[in-house]
């Protein structure tokens, strides 16, 4: 088998969270491309909806489901529907910023808990299981940098906590399945231009801070994220179990 044919997806199912925006579109996008037939699923069904026909006016194959993650039951009765998945990119994640530690209201606390982390359990809880029976799969979970360095200015200590907790959960599966077939690994990205870091545009001074902390002095786009995880769910990265990826533009070198 040459090394670039272990790169293609082709004859895999992959299951994109959170697939119908930002990073979690590129995502669609990049495992489509590389031969993937897509399962997008987002809280917001009918924004999934749109994303699909796009790719699928493209010819790629693609259907959209509308699902919260933090709904555990709907997460296990997808599963159940689709037990052939090889691939699950657990995406969807939220960020509630600028938010000291003191002030903090437990509903601040638990909303972005509840999807970054336990919603994520969920979803490789439930696709998981499929994927031991069967004996093989890829799980790439999106953590961030927050779970390595604490960011700066904005306070978020229930992101960056949350997202260092994606990175121990994604290496405590990793161990737990690795002997049975099933790779999990996690990408942590630097600040990526989508909804999610927007606010960035209405502050100079903010941007400065981020790209200023940046030795690549840019943030990166959401292709740039979907390339590393179309690797991490290839054949390309079979030796690749309980890596976090960092995709920083350098940020965590300084
Ligand atoms: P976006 O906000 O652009 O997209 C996130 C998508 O996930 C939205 O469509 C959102 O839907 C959906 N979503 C949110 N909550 C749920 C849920 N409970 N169930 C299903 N879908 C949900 O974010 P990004 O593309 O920027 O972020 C994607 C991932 O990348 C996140 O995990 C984020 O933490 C991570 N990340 C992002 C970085 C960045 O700088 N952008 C940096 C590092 C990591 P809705 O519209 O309803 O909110």
């Known amino acids: 088998m040459s090394i670039m044919s272990r790169f293609s997806l082709a004859g895999r199912t992959a299951l994109v969270t959170g697939g119908a925006r930002g990073i979690g579109l590129a995502t669609s996008t990049a495992l ?7 399962i997008l699923v987002d809280r917001d069904g009918e924004a999934a909806e749109n994303a699909a026909a796009q790719l699928r006016e493209r010819g790629f194959d693609v259907v959209a489901y509308p699902l919260d993650v933090t709904r555990s039951a709907d997460v296990t009765a997808l599963a159940d529907r689709y ?3 090889d691939i699950l990119v657990n995406n969807a994640g939220i960020a509630r910023s600028n938010i000291r530690a003191e002030d903090m209201t437990d509903d601040e606390w638990t909303s972005v808990v509840d999807i970054n982390l336990n919603g994520m359990f969920w979803c490789c809880r439930a696709f998981g299981r499929h994927m031991l029976e069967r004996g093989r799969g890829a799980i790439v979970n999106v953590g961030s940098m927050s779970g390595f360095v604490v960011n700066r200015p904005q306070e978020q200590a229930q992101y960056n906590a949350s997202k260092a907790a994606v990175h121990q959960l994604t290496r405590s599966l990793a161990a737990e399945w690795a002997p049975r ?4 690994n996690a990408v942590a990205p630097t600040y990526i231009e989508t909804e999610m870091t927007r606010y960035v545009y209405d502050s100079p001074e903010l941007m400065q801070h981020w790209i200023g902390g940046t030795p690549q002095n840019r ?3 959401p292709d740039e994220i979907a390339a590393v995880i179309l690797f991490l769910a290839s054949d390309a990265a079979s030796l690749m179990t309980g890596s976090i990826v960092l995709a920083d533009g350098g940020y965590t070198c300084w």
């Open 32 to 38: 489509a491309e590389g031969g993937a037939a897509i």
């Open 83 to 85: 037990s052939h998945v």
């Open 181 to 184: 077939g099933v790779r999990v």
């Open 219 to 221: 943030m990166g786009q």
